[in-house]
């Protein structure tokens, strides 16, 4: 029987015990030999949440079904995380007349029993992942309320972020500012970035302006120092790139 043998991390579990690819994949090959199995493909992504199927080695995987036979994987949370994706993933390879297993629980589809007691424990997989969310999401509304520091932003137009802090980029900065100004002036958020983008002043990451974009950086109040996350707005630690007056000329009201 022909395997593909599928191994993933995310950035929250790499450095577990058991969980690094490379011992996932030595685990995989074992198996596989003591089987008897041919491994047909071995499909790795670093770094991805199990909670989506956007995963390049996983998106490949399934491109290719027709290469193998079985899908192999050490757990089953390493596959999916979710009961929905899960559940989809299952249906498509039943389709296809593919079988899947998970060396840990020692589930396979060829049995009735083994398909039940699968979906009962990909449900309890996702209640641990739904229940970690919430935890972080906690942990985020407490940071909002009473912490410093920014509550995830990575690297927000106008800014560069470093150290554990957002500075601001001056070439940016003057970029935003005059979006503030040319918006005062009444110019529609539309218009905003069809001049920008007949000046050639790209947007991050070197795409172009567009209106959502624009209204993205002009009623954001991080702007004028301030962090906001689920309705929560507080004092930031970072500079400033537009006064909380013009902000509240644009918006209508001022951060606090």
């Avoid at 994987?73 to 296809?96: A, C, E, P, Q």
């Avoid at 999401?137 to 690297?155: I, Q």
């Avoid at 970029?175 to 991050?204: C, F, H, Q, W």
């Avoid at 929560?232 to 000329?249: M, N, Q, T, Y």
């Amino acid at each position: 029987m022909r395997a593909a043998l599928y191994a993933r991390v995310s950035t929250e579990d790499q450095a577990t015990e058991g969980y690094s690819l490379d011992a996932q994949m030595k685990s995989l090959e074992a198996y596989c030999r003591s089987r008897g199995w041919t491994p047909a493909g071995r499909y790795v992504d670093d770094g991805y949440s199990g909670r989506n199927t956007e995963r390049p080695a996983y998106k490949e995987m399934m491109d290719f079904m027709d290469d193998w036979d079985v899908l192999l994987v050490l757990k089953m949370d390493r596959i999916h995380r979710n009961s929905v994706n899960f559940t989809g993933m299952m249906h498509l390879l039943n389709k296809k007349g593919k079988e899947f297993n998970s060396i840990r629980e020692k589930f396979d589809t060829t049995t009735a029993m083994g398909r039940f007691v699968m979906d009962i424990m990909q449900r309890i997989a996702q209640l641990e992942s739904e229940q970690i969310g919430e935890r972080v999401r906690m942990g985020m509304e407490r940071k909002a309320r009473c912490g410093t520091g920014t509550l995830g932003s990575g690297h927000p137009y106008g800014y560069v972020y470093s150290g554990g802090m957002l500075h601001v980029d001056v070439d940016e900065a003057l970029t935003v500012r005059t979006m503030y100004k040319l918006y005062v002036k009444g110019m529609s958020m539309e218009d905003i970035s069809r001049t920008l983008n007949d000046a050639s002043i790209p947007a991050k990451k070197g795409g172009k302006w567009n209106k959502q974009s624009v209204h993205g950086i002009l009623h954001n109040p991080l702007y004028a120092g301030f962090i906001k996350w689920d309705g929560i707005i507080r004092k930031g630690d970072h500079s400033a790139i537009i006064d909380p007056l013009l902000f509240h000329k644009v918006n209508g009201y001022t951060p606090a």
